[in-house]
C-alpha cells in the first residue's frame, strides 16, 4: 500500500484488526504521546500504515519522533514529497536534519525544493510527481508510457501533463481521453490547450477558491516562465479549506488563529494567542468609562439613564456581529468584493435601519408596559424615557450595523485580514460611540424635565 | 465536452474568447438575471458550457428559466443526474415537472429517484453513475468492459466497485491497480474488500469529516442491506465544506444562516433571518435593565460604579466569545466531543483565570494611574474601587470563559446545533450574571465607606 490518492481506494482497516485500529483512533486524542506510540506499535503493518496516512502532519512527526530511531526510515520512506515536507516543517528545528536524512537521495531533493516554499501557498502544497508526456508521442505509445510510470510513487496518473523538452507545459489530458482516442493520433492532436493553472506563488485560499470553482482533481502549478513545478490535488484543498474556515472563526472570536488542535495546543500557547486581542479590547473598552464619565452629572441627575446602558450598548453590538460575520465569510468566499463596499453599506444601512426601528420599538413599549402594570416608577416623563431609549436603540443598531459591515472593508484596503474585524473588535467600537449617542438623544429628549 | 469530473481536465475558456467569458463571470454577481441570460447567450458554445458548469444549481436554474424554451432541453441534458437534481430542488415548484420532462428518461428516473433523498445527507449528494464490474471477470476483460464505460456520463471511471449479482457492494479497485495487475487474474483476486462507505442518510456534515479523514477521490452509499446506491465525489465536498463553515460562521455572527449568497439574498427574506435572534437577544438583555434597577441605590450612593459597568460588562463578552468560538469550530471538526466537557471546562476554568488575573490586574493599574496622576478623582477610597475593578474583572472573565465553553455542550447534549451558541448569545447571558458579580463585589469592597 503506498501513499498515493489513486492507488489504494480502500485505506479502511482489515476485519480482524479494525477493533483495535478504531480503538487507538477514537483514544488518541486524549492519549499521551507515549501512550499513542505504544498503541501504534502494537497495530500490524498494514493497519499501522492506513492508519498512519489518516493523520495529519504534526501527529505524524511526534509519532516518528518517538519511534525508536531504527524505525523512522520506514515510516518516512512511506511518504509522498508533500507530505514528507509538511512533516518536517513542523519538527523541532534540530530534528529536520536527521529526517530528512531519513528519505532515500531523490525524495530528500524534491523535499528540500517544497521546503523554500511558504507552508501556505500552492508551492507549500503541491507535489512534484506528477504524470507527463511529450507533445509528439502517439497515443498507444503514451498509454504504454503511463503504465510504466502507475507503478511509480506519482500522486495521480490520471490527469497526465503534456511537457516539451524545456518542461514548458504545453497541454492536458485526462487518461480517459487517451483511452478513448484512437491510437494513432498523437497526444498533441487530443490535448487540451488552455489550461487551469496556479502560480506557486498563490495564496492556498486563492487556490481552494480556484478548486472550488473549476471541479478538477487537481491542478498543475507553474512559475513565472511557465514551467510546470507540481500539482495540487484535491485531498489537500479539503484540508486548506476546512483550516481556512478555522482559522476566520477563531479570528471572529476574537483572538489569533491557534494552528492547532484545540485539545493538543500547549496551555500557555494557547494563552498567548487569545490574551493579545483580549488586553487590547480590554483597554479600549477603557473608553466607555471616559465616555461615560464625560456624562457622570446627567447620570447623578437621572439615574435611571444609567439602568438602560447595558441594554443599549448590547443592541449596537450585536447587530454589528451579524453585519461583520456576513461581510467576512462573503469576502472569503469572493462573493463581495473590495469594490462593492458601497452596494452592502447602502444594503447594511437600510438593514439596520429596519432592524434599529424594531428592536427602538420593543424599548419603547418595554418602558410604557413597565410604567403601567407598575413594575417600574420612572415618574410623570416616562413617554420621554421611552422616546429616548428608542431613539438611541434605532442609532446604535444603525451604527453598530454599519461600522460592523465597513470595518472588514477597512481592514482590506488596509492589507490586513478581514476576518480579524471580530465581534468583540465590532462591538468594543460601536460601544464607546454608542454612550455617546444615548447620553445625547437623552439630553435632546429629557433638557428641562429630568435633566 | 460532458460534466464529467475527469473527462476534461480543462475547463478554461478558449484563449480568444476568454476575454469574454472572464468579463461575463466578473460581472455576474451584478448583472440582472436579464443581463446575465443575454450575456451568456453572446458566448460560443464550447465557452459557455464551460461556463455554465462553474455556476452553482441556483444560478443555473435562473439561467436556464431565462432561456427560450427550446433552448433549455440542450443545457438540462449537460448536466449529470446529481446535479441536474440539485437545480430541479431550487426550482420553484411550478417549474419542477416540467423541467424533469426536458431529460432523456434514463435520466429522469435517476432524477427523480435522487430528489427522494434529503438535500443535505449522503443520498442527495451521490451520483448513481460509477463504474461497476463483477467479482469473476478476468483483469483485462475488465479493464476492456471500462474503456466502453468510459464512454458513457460516468462521474469516474478510476475507482471501479465491484457488485454481485444482487448490486452488493464486495469490494473495490483503483484503474491503477488494474491497469498494473498480471491479465489473467481476476478482479476477485486484486480488490479491496475493506472498504470505507458512508449510509445513505448520513448528514453531509459527517460525510465531509469522512473524507477529510480518508484521501479519497470517491466514497460509495449504500443502504441498510448493503446494496450500493451511488457514489458522493471529492468535488461536491469541498462545496459541502465551504457551507458547512459559511452556516457556521453566520450562526456564531448571531443569526440564522442565509443559506444563500449575501450580494443575491432578497433584502427582507436576510432581515427575516437577522432579527429572530436579535429581537431575542434584545428581549433577554432587558434583565440586565432590571438587574440594574436591583442595584439602583448602591449607583445613587456611589455614581462612580455605573462608569465601569460597560468596561466589566464587555470583558465577560469578549472571553466568553473568545471561548465559544474555540469549542464550537472543535465540535464541527470532531476534535471535541461530548464526553470531553470535563477536559474542556478544566482548561477553560484555568484559562478564566488566568485571563482574568491579567485584565483585572489592567483595570487595578488604570484606576490607580488615573487617581494619581489625576485624571479622575475616585475619592479617598480608590484603592478600595481599585480592588472592587480587579476582582470583578477576575470573576467576570472566569465566568464568561467557562459559559461561553460549556453552552455549546450544552446545545449539542439537548440535541441542538452547538454553533447557535453565537458570541452575542453568550455575551447576553454573561451579561446579567457580569452585573451581579460586579455589584456584589463591590458591596464587599465598598460597604461602609462609598456603600
Redesign the interface.
Known amino acids: 500500500l503506498e501513499p498515493q490518492?489513486?492507488?489504494?481506494?480502500?485505506?479502511?482497516?482489515?476485519?480482524d484488526d479494525?477493533l483495535v485500529v478504531d480503538e487507538l483512533r477514537d483514544a488518541w486524542?486524549?492519549l499521551s504521546i507515549d501512550d499513542r506510540a505504544e498503541g501504534f506499535r502494537l497495530l500490524a503493518r498494514p493497519d499501522a500504515e492506513d492508519f498512519f496516512?489518516?493523520l495529519k502532519a504534526h501527529d505524524q512527526q511526534e509519532l516518528i519522533l518517538h519511534l525508536p530511531s531504527a524505525e523512522r526510515r520506514s515510516w518516512m520512506r512511506l511518504l509522498a514529497p508533500d507530505d514528507a515536507a509538511d512533516l518536517v516543517q513542523d519538527a523541532p528545528p534540530e530534528e529536520r536534519e536527521p529526517l530528512l536524512g531519513l528519505l532515500d537521495e531523490q525524495t530528500r531533493r524534491e523535499v528540500t525544493a517544497l521546503l523554500a516554499y511558504a507552508e501556505d501557498n500552492a508551492g507549500g502544497l503541491m507535489s512534484p510527481r506528477f504524470a507527463r508526456v511529450r507533445p509528439d508521442m502517439k497515443v498507444d505509445e503514451a498509454i504504454s508510457y503511463l503504465?510504466k510510470q502507475?507503478?511509480e510513487r506519482l500522486e495521480t496518473?490520471?490527469?497526465v501533463y503534456v511537457l516539451d523538452a524545456h518542461q514548458h507545459l504545453d497541454g492536458?489530458?485526462?487518461?480517459?481521453?487517451l483511452?478513448?482516442a484512437p491510437v494513432d493520433r498523437t497526444v498533441r492532436d487530443i490535448m487540451?490547450?488552455?489550461?487551469?493553472t496556479v502560480h506557486e506563488n498563490m495564496d492556498q485560499e486563492k487556490v481552494?477558491q480556484v478548486?472550488?470553482?473549476?471541479?478538477?482533481?487537481s491542478i498543475p502549478v507553474i512559475d513565472n516562465d511557465g514551467h510546470m513545478k507540481g500539482i495540487v490535488t484535491?485531498?489537500d484543498?479539503?484540508?486548506v479549506?476546512?483550516e481556512e474556515?478555522?482559522e476566520?472563526?477563531?479570528k471572529?472570536?476574537?483572538?489569533e488563529a491557534?494552528d492547532e488542535?484545540?485539545?493538543k495546543i500547549d496551555?500557555f500557547r494557547?494563552?498567548k494567542k487569545?490574551?493579545g486581542?483580549?488586553?487590547a479590547?480590554?483597554?479600549s473598552?477603557?473608553f466607555?468609562?471616559t465616555a461615560?464619565?464625560h456624562f457622570?452629572e446627567e447620570?447623578?441627575r437621572a439615574?435611571v439613564l444609567?439602568?438602560?446602558?447595558?441594554?443599549i450598548?448590547?443592541?449596537g453590538?450585536?447587530?454589528g456581529?451579524?453585519a461583520?460575520?456576513?461581510?467576512?465569510?462573503?469576502m472569503a468566499?469572493g462573493?463581495?468584493k473590495l469594490r462593492?463596499w458601497w452596494?452592502?453599506i447602502r444594503?447594511e444601512l437600510?438593514?439596520g435601519l429596519?432592524?434599529g426601528s424594531?428592536?427602538g420599538l420593543?424599548?419603547l413599549l418595554?418602558v410604557i408596559i413597565w410604567q403601567n402594570v407598575g413594575f417600574?416608577d420612572y415618574g410623570a416623563h416616562y413617554l420621554l424615557v421611552a422616546g429616548t431609549i428608542c431613539c438611541s436603540?434605532l442609532g446604535v443598531v444603525t451604527w453598530g450595523t454599519l461600522t460592523g459591515s465597513m470595518l472588514p472593508f477597512l481592514l482590506r484596503a488596509l492589507g490586513l485580514d478581514p476576518a480579524s474585524a471580530?465581534?468583540?473588535f465590532v462591538?468594543?467600537l460601536v460601544?464607546v460611540t454608542g454612550?455617546t449617542i444615548y447620553f445625547t438623544v437623552a439630553m435632546a429628549f429629557l433638557h428641562g424635565t429630568l435633566l
Chains 1, 2 share one sequence.
Open positions: 490518492l489513486d492507488t489504494s481506494p480502500t485505506p479502511a482497516p482489515s476485519d479494525s486524542s486524549i496516512f489518516t503504465r502507475a507503478k496518473i490520471y490527469y492536458v489530458v485526462s487518461f480517459r481521453e483511452l478513448t487540451h490547450t488552455s489550461i487551469v481552494s478548486f472550488a470553482q473549476h471541479d478538477l482533481m484535491f485531498d484543498i479539503v484540508d479549506v476546512q474556515a478555522t476566520d472563526i477563531q471572529l472570536g476574537g483572538m491557534l488542535p484545540y485539545l496551555f494557547m494563552i487569545r490574551v486581542w483580549l488586553s479590547l480590554f483597554i473598552e477603557m466607555t468609562t461615560m464619565t457622570e447620570i447623578e439615574v444609567s439602568l438602560f446602558v447595558p441594554l450598548m448590547s443592541s453590538g450585536n447587530s456581529s451579524q461583520t460575520s456576513l461581510v467576512i465569510r462573503a468566499l462573493e463581495v462593492d452596494r452592502v444594503r437600510l438593514a429596519t432592524l424594531l428592536l420593543i424599548g418595554r417600574y436603540v471580530s465581534a468583540p462591538a468594543t460601544d454612550i
